[in-house]
């Protein structure tokens, strides 16, 4: 059941620290896929081949250029290579913005095999020309039509990245009932954090 | 110095004992105390034992009153002053022309001499109806009256009947001296009493006088003094070179300005008694008589034996109403006393006993001074006063004063309600104390006579005074005066404010502790606070280091593990089952330890939970299987009684199975020595809330370490950083819920309780 993908995909480990990177790259090899491992952005931009498939695990937070200017620079650059973004400072904040840049994922450390390599194949197939694992606008539609008003507004000050005691505070409510509504918009729209629910409604 | 006139500034000084003169109804000769020989004689020396003084001056006394007498004299026991009971010696010899002489003498020791005063003698009859009527009445008269007045009416009733004076009045000298008529007996029309003398009436020597000679009698006020001469023939007065003093003398002649005084009343013959209280000229009985009038030394004798009868009785009368003040009053205090000690406020105190402490020192109103506050009970000015200048005049924390406006600067008002006052000083620093205000005493004074002396110029331009020359009635309406505070009213007003002074002292010192108390405690919280505030921001920044440091090995742990798995997939190696449960373990607990990470980090920072609808019994119990795992205690039970019936509660699992870590494992420490060791936790709905119990039976909770049981860093309460319970605290109180323990007798019960989501009213 080994998984095989296409040899030609590289995956840039972008992560200064050696331990992190090296297992990165380990884990990445072992499932098929090759690695060019940099330990800052500028290594990247040194390193990176326009002309290979691939997409780019970023840490955000790097000596030097940090994740989030690289990402604008590429965009800049009109660089569209796939980025999944890691952290160990999995803020709400920094995930939204980098979400709403392009990137196509987003992903706590310690990270979960499973969920790094459904991130990777979605980059792949991105590149592939296949449809994205994107859900049809209707089942996104019914999906947000069983949403209360309440919630609805709890739901868009989210996607604007902010925290929920921000939202507590502006709609005169407790964090706890921010919480139940958040969860609540978890379970109706079928998502597991915020990337999800940016990924769907933009 | 003339008969009529006096010096106003030697009117006190006046030396009426050096006046060198007796009255003519006796004779005084003066013999040297040891060589007893005559060195002075008055005058009329002839007229009572037959030898004017130019034949006695010098001469041995012996040859007068014969060898036997003399003798009789110097086995005497003469005291340097006589103000006792008059003691008469009776002596009969023959006189010079052989005829026999009766007479009575009263002799006295004074300044090397011993002055002999010779009277004719009474004849017996007298005295034996003195004797019976001692007998029968006197005694009984005299102990019977239970008031003063009375005491003081009998004893002028009877002092007239024994000496026959047309009035006999009986004075009372308030504080500042004047005289007040309380008892009258007399035969005229016309009546003395109620009638005050003004204290210029008896000058300073004479009061002097009055206390050292308990009887004066002045038999004719008019009668011609009769000079003392001395062996070189002079006038033995106060101008001679050698004047002998006459201050036990009974016969003195009389000082002009008291001869004026007593003219100017139309009184011809004057008897005084004083009434003596603890060495005080408490009053004096005074006879009038307007026609002159001698009574025998006997009677006289009598007369000074009810004056003082009547003194002793006065003082035991004083003495008791004096008792029986103090006794009240010290029976108020201890009573206040009493109540403080069951942790009543002064002020509540004064408050209780407003009325019966107003009532014991005869005052209609009070006023406490606590520092800046005050304290009205009963009749107050309206227009606040102020004491100070009262407080500066206290002697032993009292001052009394029955004109405050002599004081301080008073209106109308003020000055009717506040005319007299009684302060207590009661605390070191003056800012507290107790007044007393009498209301203003309407009195009416009747004077006997304007109570000033007439002051004239002379030519020489020496100003005179002379003693009133009308006793008409004069009538003087007293304002601003309350009635004065007495040497009582002032026993009490100590006995009371010493009391109150002590227990001021108490509440001050018990408030001074309580604000150190309070201060400390007050320290003590902020010190937490700084500490939660420091640990906040220092556990902030260290947690997200520790979070940064360890999710980057962990991470690659992870990562590891994974690709080591699918390297000996890819290498087609069979994974044994017990080892691929193994790395998917090892793969989970790095997970789990990255998702504690994240959330300790996310709730130290005050990030959001990460809440979601969960069974609590398995959160619960994944949590003590958790710190079950790594002790090893084989005598511990461990009774878990769960509810499966409870609803999902909405909660982050990750804090809520560390919330039960840490208190498992605080459980399990404290039961480390324990006989018994059993755990229980109880899972509870309970209304709108699960509650959860943590019981243990352990060394249970000192009660000094409750109040600071959920502070971070109690290290006594934890062997960790004592940061346990302060985080299960902010964990729970995150979710909304409530932490306590309850205090049991033994071991300890720790109780959390989280919300029912929509049984608490809120909708989500």
């Not at chain 2, 108020?332 to 000690?341: L, V, Y």
């Not at chain 2, 009749?379 to 004491?387: G, H, I, K, R």
Request: with cysteine; hydrophobic share 40%.
């Amino acid at each position: 059941m080994a998984n095989r993908p296409d040899q030609e995909f590289t995956v840039y480990v972008v992560e200064d620290e050696d331990s992190v990177r090296k297992s990165f790259c380990a884990l990445l090899n072992a499932h098929g896929y090759s690695t060019v491992p940099c330990e800052s952005a500028e290594s990247f931009l040194k390193r990176f081949d326009p002309k290979q498939k691939a997409c780019m695990l970023l840490d955000v937070r790097l000596p030097g250029m940090s994740g989030v200017q690289l990402q604008a620079q590429l965009a800049e650059m009109r660089i569209g290579i796939p980025i999944i973004v890691v952290t160990a400072h999995g803020d709400i904040p920094i995930a939204v913005q980098v979400m709403r840049n392009g990137a196509i994922d987003f992903i706590e450390k310690p990270t979960e095999a499973g969920r790094l390599l459904e991130a990777i194949e979605m980059a792949s197939g991105l590149l592939a020309n296949q449809a994205p694992s994107e859900l049809p606008k209707k089942i996104i539609a019914d999906r947000l039509a069983k949403l209360t008003d309440r919630e609805r507004v709890v739901l868009r000050h989210m996607l604007e990245g902010k925290l929920n005691k921000e939202i507590a505070a502006e709609l005169g409510i407790s964090r706890r009932t921010i919480e139940v509504h958040r969860w609540r918009i978890r379970e109706k729209m079928q998502v597991r954090g915020i990337a999800d629910l940016i990924r769907m409604l933009g | 110095m003339t008969l009529d006139t006096v010096n106003l500034e030697t009117c006190d000084q006046e030396p009426i004992h050096l006046i060198g003169a007796v009255q003519p109804h006796g004779a005084l000769i003066a013999i040297d105390g040891d060589r007893f020989t005559v060195e002075f004689a008055s005058r009329n020396a002839a007229s009572f034992i037959g030898v004017g003084p130019e034949k006695i001056l010098g001469k041995d006394i012996a040859k007068l009153i014969g060898a036997g007498n003399a003798r009789q004299l110097r086995t005497l026991t003469l005291g340097p002053s006589n103000p006792e009971l008059l003691s008469p010696w009776f002596i009969s010899f023959s006189g010079p022309d052989g005829t026999q002489i009766d007479l009575e003498c009263l002799p006295h020791r004074s300044n090397g001499h011993i002055i002999l005063e010779l009277m004719h003698a009474e004849p017996a009859p007298a005295r034996v109806w003195e004797d019976e009527y001692l007998r029968r009445e006197f005694i009984s008269e005299l102990v019977k009256p239970g008031a003063l007045e009375e005491l003081a009416n009998a004893s002028a009733r009877i002092i007239r009947d024994v000496t026959g004076f047309d009035r006999v009045m009986i004075y009372r000298f308030a504080e500042d001296k004047h005289g007040e008529v309380i008892a009258e007996s007399t035969n005229r029309p016309d009546s003395f009493l109620g009638l005050h003398y003004p204290a210029s009436d008896i000058p300073d020597p004479a009061r002097r006088h009055f206390l050292l000679n308990v009887v004066r009698a002045i038999p004719d006020i008019n009668s011609e003094r009769v000079p003392i001469i001395s062996r070189k023939g002079t006038v033995a007065d106060a101008a001679s070179a050698s004047p002998l003093d006459l201050t036990f003398c009974k016969l003195r002649a009389v000082a002009p300005v008291h001869v004026e005084y007593l003219n100017n009343m139309g009184v011809a013959a004057s008897l005084s008694i004083s009434l003596v209280t603890n060495n005080q000229l408490w009053g004096l009985v005074a006879c009038h008589h307007y026609e002159p009038r001698e009574i025998s030394s006997s009677r006289l004798r009598f007369a000074e034996l009810l004056g003082s009868t009547t003194s002793a009785l006065l003082q035991s009368m004083e003495s008791t109403n004096q008792l029986q003040k103090s006794i009240t009053a010290e029976k108020t205090a201890f009573r206040i006393e009493q109540q403080a000690r069951g942790g009543t406020s002064l002020r509540s105190l004064i408050n209780d006993w407003a009325t019966v402490l107003m009532q014991l020192i005869d005052a209609q109103g009070m006023l406490l001074f606590l520092g800046d506050d005050v304290v009205a009970f009963g009749a107050v000015p309206s227009t606040p006063l102020d004491f100070s200048d009262l407080w500066k005049v206290q002697a032993d924390g009292v001052a009394t004063t029955a004109q405050l406006s002599e004081h301080i600067d008073m209106d109308e008002e003020q000055m009717k309600v506040a005319a007299g006052a009684a302060l207590l000083d009661l605390s070191e620093d003056g800012q507290d104390y107790l007044v007393f205000l009498r209301s203003e005493f309407e009195q009416t004074i009747r004077w006997a006579g304007k109570p000033d002396k007439v002051e004239t110029t002379t030519e020489d331009g020496v100003t005179r005074l002379s003693p009133r020359g009308s006793f008409a009635l004069w009538r003087e309406e007293r304002h601003g005066q309350s009635r004065p505070f007495s040497a009582m009213d002032r026993d009490a007003l100590r006995i009371l404010r010493r009391a109150l002074f002590a227990l001021n002292s108490l509440e001050h010192e018990r408030a001074a502790l309580e604000a150190q108390r309070a201060a400390e405690a007050q320290e003590t919280r902020l010190r937490h606070a700084l500490l939660d505030a420091s640990r906040a921001s220092s556990m902030g920044e260290l947690a997200s280091a520790i979070a940064h440091e360890l999710n980057q090995p962990l991470s690659a742990i992870s990562n590891y593990i994974s690709a080591c798995r699918q390297e000996l997939r890819n290498a087609d190696v069979v994974i044994p089952e017990r080892a691929a449960l193994l790395i998917d373990e090892a793969v989970a607990e790095t997970t789990r330890a990255g998702d504690l990470m994240r959330r300790m980090r996310n709730f130290i920072s005050a990030g959001d939970l990460n809440a979601e609808f969960i069974d609590l019994n398995r959160t619960i119990q994944q949590g003590i299987e958790l710190a079950l795992a790594y002790v090893d205690l084989p005598r511990l039970q461990v009774n878990l009684l769960l509810d499966q019936s409870i609803p999902l509660v909405l909660a982050d699992p990750v804090q809520i199975g560390q919330v039960m870590l840490n208190l498992t494992r605080n459980s399990i420490t404290a039961m480390q020595d324990s006989r018994v060791q059993k755990l229980t936790v109880e899972v509870i709905s309970s209304g709108a809330w699960v509650k959860v119990y943590v019981r243990d039976t352990g060394h249970g909770i000192p009660p000094e370490q409750h109040k600071y049981l959920f502070e971070p860093f109690n290290t006594s309460t934890t062997q960790g950083m004592g940061i346990g319970l302060s985080l299960c605290r902010s964990i729970i109180e995150a979710h909304e819920g409530r932490i306590w323990a309850e205090p049991v007798k033994t071991g300890s019960v720790f109780v959390f309780q989280l919300p029912i989501e929509g049984a608490n009213g809120e909708q989500a």
